[in-house]
């Protein structure tokens, strides 16, 4: 029996060798077929199938069916009002005919033509030999276009999505005198407003939120590689791009632009939890004291304490980070939500459902048995998944600890003869608490499918212009696009919002005022651990 045994491991073993070998062939293949259709300039098909995590119904449930959000048919005359009439006879009028009223047919027109305007100012000399002169509304004191032109010119670009030559091109036909340098400074220059705006949308969102998902993308700066991350939640959006990507620079975009390092209790219980070594303890002191304002005012400081290598430097570095980010008001109890990447594990971190499904799905199965095993965990998954939802709704004490008991039989399980799936099982329990951050907090998503959305908006913009060139149009291509979707969240028309600022009227109150109106409703209990 024993030499059975032994039998059946040695045989097991060369079976996950050669599955192992048949694995990475197979992705081998794969990879030779894309390189093969992208010279024959071919479709390919995708990686993996989409997540079932958040259908709203079982597959093969009847139900009526649903229409798209936003489909319904409504009036489109509602509030529809009329600013000239024109009355039109008939051709011939017979002379007995009596006139019977009007029939009426309205035509929406939009009237496109560049306006000059000449402010003629007034210059009076005194007796004293000064000038007086009579000031332009203040409107119109920034340059010499006007807010509804800038105004389109930002809407057009950061909303649109129209490139610079083409919308050059447009205006130009429309006879606007404007050249590609003076266009690229409506777009990109002189923006302080807008950014201060910004920043401060960042801090109260954070300061108000109880979670905020993030995620990132790439973005080419310069010709060179970069990082854009975004930060929010269902009230804000913020945009940061960054040279690298890395747990530093998240925590420099939860800062915002006003960073701060701090080696407070935070960043000493940081340190600990990766074990710095004695030697450098010894070299720390820690308080709520601001030991810097910036990298090399920072970099100077662990020169000074000789902390020179690379490994302690990054540790200390994102500990004092950390440890400003607090002092300037996160909650050292903010969840943050994100696909798994590393650099996102701060604070109270939490796991996407639907990116943690995909390991699962990536499982192909050599047999069918081990097919079957990974069809059942999946309908067992999606079922445990509804489950989530329906606590979501209405949070319940004995239904968060029903749901802790289901994780553990869930992801308990064993398969013998599939070790692969039993390796993805074992990530699912080692990742636990990161999976059921909601069951202590309703409000948080069970997926990051909003931070996806948000960057969507990046991505798309940047098929559209590429890369930036300069530090003021990259800043400013994160200022708009942040405030743009952050408008969007707050039920804000963007154009109605540029116009305002730019006009100064005050017609659309702060972003970070309404952020804190709408975040103090109050929140659904959280339940107690």
């Not at 000064?130 to 909303?159: A, C, D, F, N, W």
Request: hydrophobic share 30%; charged share 25%; glycine share 8%.
């Amino acid at each position: 029996m024993r030499r059975q045994q032994e039998q059946i491991a040695v045989q097991q073993q060369i079976i996950d060798t050669l599955e192992t070998q048949l694995k990475k062939q197979g992705e081998r293949i794969e990879q030779l077929e894309v390189e093969l259709k992208t010279l024959k300039k071919l479709k390919g098909k995708p990686k993996i199938r989409a997540s079932r995590l958040n259908e709203s119904k079982a597959e093969g449930e009847e139900g009526e069916e649903r229409k798209r959000p936003g489909s319904a048919k409504r009036s489109k005359k509602k509030g529809f009002g009329c600013y000239e009439e024109k009355i039109i006879q008939p051709d011939e009028i017979p002379e007995n005919a009596k006139f019977n009223g009007y029939r009426d047919y309205d035509v929406q027109e939009f009237n496109l033509e560049c306006h000059h305007i000449r402010f003629r100012l007034a210059e009076y000399i005194t007796e004293e030999g000064t000038s007086i002169v009579g000031k332009l509304p203040s409107e119109y004191r920034y340059g010499h276009y006007g807010p509804m032109l800038v105004g389109y010119i930002l809407y057009q670009h950061y909303h649109c999505r129209v490139s610079q030559p083409l919308l050059h091109e447009q205006l130009s036909e429309w006879g606007v005198e404007i050249s590609k340098g003076q266009l690229h400074t409506l777009l990109c220059e002189h923006k302080a407003s807008f950014h201060a705006e910004q920043q401060q949308v960042l801090k109260v969102g954070i300061e108000t939120a109880k979670y905020i998902q993030t995620d990132d993308t790439g973005a080419r700066h310069q010709g060179k590689n970069g990082y854009c991350t975004v930060i929010g939640n269902q009230w804000f959006t913020y945009f940061r791009s960054t040279d690298r990507k890395s747990r530093q620079s998240f925590l420099e975009t939860l800062q915002g632009e006003s960073l701060l390092y701090v080696l407070n209790e935070y960043a000493h219980d940081y340190l600990k939890s990766y074990g710095l070594s004695a030697k450098d303890w010894e070299k720390l002191t820690f308080s709520a004291q601001t030991l810097a304002r910036e990298q090399r005012e920072w970099s100077d400081y662990l020169k000074d304490l000789g902390i020179v290598g690379k490994q302690t430097s990054r540790l200390v570095t994102e500990a004092a980070l950390l440890g400003g980010a607090i002092e300037q008001g996160v909650d050292i109890h903010l969840k943050i939500l994100s696909d798994g990447a590393p650099q996102f594990n701060v604070l109270v971190h939490a796991l996407c459902w639907i990116h943690a499904e995909r390991a699962l799905r990536r499982l192909s199965g050599e047999t069918p048995q081990q097919r079957q095993n990974i069809e059942q965990m999946q309908q067992l998954l999606w079922e445990y998944y509804q489950q989530l939802k329906v606590y979501q709704q209405n949070p319940d004490t004995s239904m968060k600890l029903q749901l802790e008991q289901d994780f553990e039989q869930l992801f308990g399980r064993c398969f013998l003869n599939h070790s692969a799936l039993n390796k993805v099982l074992n990530q699912f329990r080692a990742r636990k608490d990161e999976l059921l951050r909601m069951l202590d907090c309703p409000q948080l998503p069970l997926h990051n499918n909003g931070s996806e959305s948000d960057i969507r908006e990046y991505v798309t913009l940047r098929k559209v212009s590429g890369g930036t060139r300069s530090e003021a149009g990259r800043r400013a291509r994160d200022t708009f696009l942040g405030l743009k979707k952050t408008c969007r969240k707050l039920g804000i028309s963007f154009w109605r919002f540029l116009i305002s600022r730019l006009r100064g009227d005050g017609q659309i109150p702060p972003l970070p005022d309404l952020i804190r109106s709408l975040s103090s409703t109050p929140p659904q209990e959280s339940i107690p651990t």
